[in-house]
T-cell receptor, first 113, second 114 residues
Framework: KAGVTQTPRYLIKTRGQQVTLSCSPI?????VSWYQQTPGQGLQFLFE???????NKGNFPGRFSGRQFSNSRSEMNVSTLELGDSALYLC????????????FGEGSRLTVL | AQSVTQLGSHVSVSEGALVLLRCNYS??????LFWYVQYPNQGLQLLLK??????LVKGINGFEAEFKKSETSFHLTKPSAHMSDAAEYFC????????????FGKGITLSVRP
């Protein structure tokens, strides 16, 4: 069974630009969560989607948004990029019932110059 | 709200020595507790989890953890460290139900000396 796939793996943007990251969950998984990982703040929860609905949201500004499609694939978007948005963005999927057993992708590493 | 505290950011052990990574949690409801491992340039992988039942939980790669409610702890141990155990380890907590999210600790980097 294929794992969680995130694209792109690496990208470089400049301040003020926007970026869209994509995540394909494990087949059959209906929940997709996004996390931001930085050396200073560690792993911070962005949001979780389940059956195309945002079920939970972390404490990030409105520049961070996401969505989930009917096939459970998810995208997250960051608009008006700031230097502090440089991070590893991790996507994780899980089955419909929430048990905390998340399956992570390898992440998308965003560098903002 | 749930939270976890992982004291220290780096632990170094010799190959063959005991590994002990500490985690304390705070939760207003009976928690679900987890340990995840992250190898360089990879995502996180579940090592083990505690939901209900037996308080001593065995995971992959010889790791285990014991849930101690009286101490609000969920420390990770391995009797004998291997070079391949070098990685970053995260303790995490969640509540139960559809609106629970996984909250991670800051992580501990484990180094293994030959």
């Amino acid at each position: 069974k294929a794992g969680v796939t995130q694209t792109p793996r690496y990208l470089i943007k400049t301040r003020g630009q926007q970026v869209t990251l994509s995540c394909s969950p494990i087949s059959g998984h209906r929940s997709v969560s996004w996390y931001q990982q930085t050396p200073g703040q560690g792993l911070q929860f962005l949001f979780e989607y389940f059956s195309e609905t945002q079920r939970n949201k972390g404490n990030f500004p409105g520049r961070f948004s996401g969505r989930q499609f009917s096939n459970s694939r998810s995208e997250m978007n960051v608009s008006t990029l700031e230097l502090g948005d440089s991070a590893l963005y991790l996507c994780a999927s899980s089955l419909d019932s929430y048990t905390g057993e998340l399956f992570f992708g390898e992440g998308s590493r965003l560098t903002v110059l | 709200a749930q939270s976890v505290t992982q004291l220290g950011s780096h632990v170094s052990v010799s190959e063959g020595a005991l590994v002990l990574l500490r985690c304390n949690y705070s939760s207003s409801v009976p928690p679900y507790l987890f340990w995840y491992v992250q190898y360089p340039n990879q995502g996180l992988q579940l090592l083990l989890k505690y939901t209900t039942g037996a308080t001593l939980v065995k995971g992959i790669n010889g790791f285990e953890a014991e849930f101690k409610k009286s101490e609000t702890s969920f420390h990770l141990t391995k009797p004998s460290a291997h070079m391949s155990d070098a990685a970053e380890y995260f303790c995490a907590v969640s509540g139960t139900g559809a609106n629970s999210k996984l909250t991670f600790g800051k992580g501990i980097t484990l180094s293994v000396r030959p």
